[in-house]
């Protein structure tokens, strides 16, 4: 799991945790995600995230998240739960897309 944080650009640098939230029950406890395989993707100026179900990387859960100055949005979200050696996450279903 990877840990992430805000930094202000303020003389008194202040710090804080990433909170990950869905905007929807995917049937679990809690709708906080984890920053598991966590990259910043410099040319969508986005958060990826990337759950791995296994090694192989063809199942598990990819989101895609957008900072809006207060925290980070949720701008797209994918899942594919059959570990098929078939496809990786571009290629996942996309279950939700913020427009």
Known sequence: MSLAWVV??????VSR???LRLPFNR?????DMELMNAFF???TRELVTLAKGRGLTDCGIQTRWRYDG???RLVRYAEEPSCDSWHGPDAWPTLWITR
Do not use: I
């Open 70 to 72: 207060d925290r980070f």
């Open 8 to 13: 202000s650009r303020k003389k008194t640098l």
């Open 27 to 31: 049937g679990v406890e809690s709708n």
């Open 41 to 43: 993707d410099e040319k």
């Open 17 to 19: 945790a990433v909170r």
